[in-house]
């Protein structure tokens, strides 16, 4: 069974920028797509972006478009979300989750990592 | 985007009792929809998908049910274990949306 480990979070300034990554582990985990779900401290979840298997096709939320960019590398089982230029309203648990179907569309999130909380503060 | 609209916000129950959770979606979702249950300090559990299909090692005291618009999560014995977070989620359509949740706690 894939599992998945969030790691990169942290401090950062307003306007700054941090790359999350997700490693997953299991043989076939490259063959599915990748998403990444937000979670502010006491809110609901949030669906920030998602990378298909061979990261020929990417989708995001229209609150981080244009300041987050989503990529993997299957070489070394990784998704990593690039964000850049942060805000305050992007404080929040930050989880890494897999499609349960192989094939590139909306589905759910059968496999949740930890996650790895981000803070934006000065 | 499709809203989604859990209900109640809030939902006390006994041990022992049925709990019966909300949930619709601003358009039709067919039956892609999934329920998630989630405890302090950890991440969402995969509770049902298809609307109704259990997922993997979820016990049978968890059902869902209803198709379009209009979808319900059942515990039918409240195990203490069970007290946590509930959130649906559509994957009909981009962006993926959850609802705002529904706290079980104990009566």
């Known amino acids: 069974e894939v599992q998945l480990l969030e790691s990169g979070g942290g401090l950062v300034q307003p306007g700054g920028s941090l790359r999350l990554s997700c490693a997953a582990s299991?043989?076939?985990?490259?063959?599915?797509?990748i998403n990444w779900v937000r979670q502010a401290p006491g809110k609901g979840l949030e669906w920030v972006s998602a990378?298909?298997?061979?990261?020929?096709?990417?989708n995001y939320a229209d609150s981080v478009k244009g300041r987050f960019t989503i990529s993997r590398d299957n070489s070394k089982n990784k998704v990593y979300l690039q964000m850049n230029s942060l805000r305050a309203e992007d404080t929040a648990v930050y989880y890494c989750?897999?499609?349960?179907?192989?094939?590139?569309?909306?589905?759910?999130?059968?496999?949740w990592g930890q996650g790895t909380m981000v803070t934006v503060s000065s | 985007e499709i809203v989604m609209t859990q209900s109640p916000a809030t939902l006390s129950v006994s041990p022992g009792d049925r709990a019966t959770l909300s949930c619709r979606a601003s358009?039709?979702?067919?039956?892609?929809l999934a329920w998630f249950q989630q405890k302090p300090g950890q991440a969402p559990r995969l509770l049902i998908y298809?609307?109704?299909t259990r997922a993997t090692g979820i016990p049978a005291r968890f059902s869902g049910s209803g198709s379009g618009t209009e979808f319900t999560l059942t515990i039918s014995s409240l195990q203490s274990e069970d007290f946590a977070v509930y959130y649906c989620?559509?994957?009909?359509?981009?962006?993926?949306?959850f609802g705002q949740g529904t706290r079980l706690e104990i009566k």
């Open positions: 989750a897999k499609d349960r179907r192989v094939a590139w569309m909306p589905d759910v999130l059968d496999i």
């Open positions: 299991g043989s076939t985990s490259s063959s599915y797509a």
């Open positions: 990378i298909s298997g061979t990261g020929s096709s990417t």
């Open positions: 358009q039709s979702l067919s039956s892609n």
């Open positions: 298809g609307a109704s």
């Open positions: 989620q559509q994957y009909n359509n981009w962006p993926l949306t």
